[in-house]
């Protein structure tokens, strides 16, 4: 149950019920969550690998239309991507064929923005992110978490009310995620942007949310809210802080449950023979 | 299948295997040599190599090889801007809808194995014994590929590429010109090298077959004449030709994909 | 998302016809009707698009001509010992080649940048080495088909897993054993595609070779058909070479197994 009720939401989930047929019969990825964002706000969802939290970020992103409940931004009801939320995504997603300027530039050219203007707010965002110098580059010349910054630029400079990420650093080393996490934590701080992040990592969640929502093995449910009460703004020096490992800990306790039976589910799929994909 | 040269500079045991090779290549040709001048190989066979080099002058001078050259290449040239517009046309318009590419490629990569040369009969009943012919059969030997090429790099684009364009809601045509057509460029350009390559096999084979044109002729034309050394040199200078023009498309390939 | 599949295939299932089969169908048709129509229509001069049914009929002439089956044999036998010859000097230099780091720098390039190029144009010499019979026709189709053979498999070679090599060493068998046992089995795949497109070029080869000097063979009849303007006969023909060698390609390949390619 929520352990505080925000009000103004800016954005809503109504009853998200996910269902997908499979050989084996229909199962539930997402069931009966609900959750609402307040402006500003940094909200986690967190769960162990298979929970569907990336079957909730593409139906929160408007990109999976086949689900049951209802999402709401700004009081508005979606029906495919809304233009308040921007994604950002796990793998990489960067256009290689385009600079960083026109990566980032990208959404502004949609809007059919003036080309100077274009790249004055491109250079803006691109700085932003910490990635001066490196305008006229090709993704191709830069690291996984450079490019992983290209593409949040790219989001951030479509100003969407929502920031909405499935897992973005994933893919990178532990180093590199804490000050990338430093970063984002930083220009959210800046920007209040209101920002809803999947994670299954549960240091990353605890070091940048005010709010972490906490969700079950598949079929998905909201087991637990949880009130991030760590001071603003923060750096990723918090990381050492008591109170930080308490919750660390707590979440742990809850996920662990939920990640075994992940686990358990795991190793009995692998014990059926003759059931070979490609 | 592209050939992977070593990076960061070449070792000795590779300049060592380059001399071996180049090598062993000259040390053939000696032999020939000798054993000719030697009466143990027929010269009227095998003409020495001296004789095929020396060949060479006489095919710049006499025989207007320059003028052949350019020829057979403005006829690749139109094979090949028929090619790459028809080829990707097609290929867009197929992966475009569904059940038109489940339908046809299959078809068409059966065109892809079949002897589509073979043909060239039936285009001279159509065109005569004249440069469409030739142009027509570079042009249909490298079709399917190049269909095929973009039929795959444009389905063969990164799903989240894809999302990323849904995300910002592009319209069908914005997600195919802004996302699926760049993204898929590397590949199509694979199939048109695989097209060029087979247009110009097969222009300079018409042109050696219906003995009309530019290079494929004059070996035809030389043969005709019994002039061994100069069919000999004709025929490595094409050789030669055609190695070049794969090291050049080679070379294009890499320039338009300095990142992978 | 799986829904509307479902849908499909349920509609597709009450019609008894997979849509795909339908939409091929009436693709083959319109071509047909549009063929049958310029062919009436007397634009084109008189006979270069017969009409169906003169075509059908040179198609059963052909198809009991044992004239016919008697040229379809020589040019089967020249494929035939092409592949053969050029196949396996293309293994055996493939083998080599893809076996030794050293020989390969020094010897492939040669192989990968000789072998898109015309061969056809060497038809000349191969007349002078082996006269105007059969055997010119042989050695074009080996030269074809020995190049893709070659590269093939030294590529083939190099992507075998080191591991099994090592197995093999480790148990100590002998060179024909490493060969016999363990490289020639784990490269099949290569080893088929490459028959595959030797096979392809070999076709081309003999039969381009036999429509320019010769007296026998499939390509002789087609450029026969061309001079004296029988166009029924010659469509009738390039129809059954087509329909024999995009069949044989893909048997090679249903052969070889590389439906199985998938699996993996």
């Known amino acids: 149950m929520p352990s505080s009720a925000p009000s103004d939401a800016i954005l809503v989930a109504d009853d998200i019920v996910v269902q997908f047929d499979t050989p084996e019969g229909p199962i539930t990825a997402v069931d009966n969550v609900s959750l609402k964002v307040r402006p500003g706000e940094f909200l986690s969802i967190i769960g162990p690998s298979g929970c569907g939290k990336s079957t909730l970020f593409n139906v929160i992103g408007g990109l999976l239309g086949n689900y049951q409940g209802a999402v709401n931004v700004a009081g508005e009801t979606i029906s495919g991507p809304h233009k308040s939320i921007g994604m950002v995504f796990q793998e990489e997603s960067t256009f290689p064929w385009r600079t960083v300027t026109d990566n980032v530039a990208f959404p502004l050219e949609l809007v059919g923005m003036p080309k100077r203007e274009r790249i004055e707010r491109a250079r803006h965002f691109i700085k932003l992110v910490g990635l001066d110098g490196f305008e006229n580059r090709y993704p191709g010349e830069l690291s996984g978490g450079m490019r992983q910054r290209v593409s949040l630029a790219r989001t951030l400079a479509s100003e969407p009310k929502i920031l909405l990420m499935d897992e973005p650093f994933a893919a990178l080393d532990e180093q590199t995620r804490l000050l990338l996490g430093d970063k984002v934590l930083q220009i959210q701080q800046q920007l209040k942007q209101t920002t809803l992040l999947i994670t299954h990592n549960i240091t990353e969640a605890v070091q940048m949310s005010d709010r972490i929502l906490l969700m079950t093995y598949r079929p998905g449910k909201l087991k637990r809210i949880v009130d991030i009460d760590l001071p603003r703004p923060r750096t990723s020096e918090i990381v050492g802080s008591e109170a930080f490992g308490r919750y660390v800990a707590q979440i742990w306790n809850d996920l662990r449950e939920e990640a075994n039976r992940g686990m358990r589910d795991e190793e009995k799929n692998a014990l059926h023979p003759g059931d070979r994909t490609l | ?260 | ?264």
Request: aromatic residues 12%; proline residues 4%; glycine residues 10%.
């Open chain 2, 1 to 260: 299948m592209t050939m992977e040269l070593s990076t960061g500079g070449l070792s000795r045991r590779d300049y060592t295997a380059s001399f071996l090779g180049l090598g062993s290549f000259i040390a053939f040709l000696l032999v020939i040599e000798a054993l000719i001048r030697l009466g143990l190989l027929n010269r009227f066979i095998i003409p020495p190599p001296s004789e095929i080099i020396a060949s060479f002058g006489r095919l710049f001078l006499e025989e207007n090889i320059v003028h052949r050259f350019f020829f057979t290449a403005g006829e690749c040239l139109i094979a090949g801007v028929m090619v790459t517009i028809c080829g990707i046309g097609i290929g867009v318009v197929m992966q475009r809808f569904n059940l038109l590419q489940r339908a046809c490629e299959t078809w068409v990569a059966a065109f892809a194995s079949a002897p589509l040369v073979l043909t060239y009969p039936l285009f001279m009943v159509i065109f005569g014994r004249n440069a469409w012919t030739i142009i027509m059969m570079g042009f249909l030997s490298a079709l399917p590929p190049v269909i095929l090429k973009t039929i795959e790099g444009i389905s063969g684009t990164r799903k989240v590429l894809v999302n990323v364009g849904r995300s910002f809601n592009l319209t069908a045509t914005q997600q195919f010109w802004k996302i699926l057509f760049p993204a898929a460029l590397p590949t199509i350009f694979v199939g048109i090298r695989l097209g060029l390559i087979f247009a110009l096999i097969n222009v300079v084979g018409t042109e050696f077959l219906i003995n009309f044109g530019g290079l494929g002729q004059l070996i035809n034309d030389l043969a005709e004449r019994y002039d061994l050394a100069g069919t000999y040199a004709a025929i490595c200078f094409v050789i030669l030709v055609s190695v070049l023009f794969f090291m050049a498309l080679e070379k294009a390939e890499r320039w338009l994909r300095p990142v992978n």
């Open chain 3, 1 to 264: 998302m799986v829904t509307t599949g479902q849908l499909r295939q349920a509609a597709a299932a009450s019609s008894g016809m997979s849509p795909v089969t339908l939409l091929r169908i009436t693709i083959i048709l319109a071509v047909l009707a549009a063929w049958e129509f310029l062919a009436h229509s007397g634009w084109l001069y008189r006979d270069v698009v017969p009409s169906l049914l003169s075509i059908g009929g040179a198609l059963v002439r052909l198809l009991s001509d044992p004239n016919y089956y008697f040229n379809l044999g020589v040019t089967a036998a020249e494929i035939a010992a092409a592949l053969a010859i050029g196949g396996s000097a293309g293994l055996a230099v493939g083998l080599l080649l893809g076996g030794n780091r050293f020989l390969s720098r020094a010897f492939e390039p040669y192989l990968y940048y000789l072998g898109p190029t015309p061969k056809i144009i060497f038809f000349p010499i191969m007349i002078m080495w082996f006269g105007v019979g059969p055997e010119s026709k042989v050695a074009l189709g080996t030269l074809s088909c020995f190049f893709p053979m070659a590269l093939n498999v030294a590529a083939g070679m190099r992507q075998i897993d080191k591991v099994l090599i090592r197995v093999g060493r480790s148990f100590g068998a002998n060179t024909r054993q490493m060969v016999l046992k363990i490289y020639l089995p784990a490269m099949r795949h290569p080893i088929i595609n490459g028959i595959r497109l030797g096979f392809g070029f070999a076709l081309i080869g003999t039969l381009l070779a036999e429509t320019k000097l010769s007296n026998k063979g499939i390509g002789f009849l087609i450029i026969q058909t061309y001079s004296i303007f029988d166009m029924p006969g010659m469509y009738a023909m390039l129809i059954v070479l087509f329909v024999l060698a995009i069949g044989a390609n893909a048997l090679i390949g249903k052969l070889g197994g590389l439906d199985s390619i998938k699996r993996n």
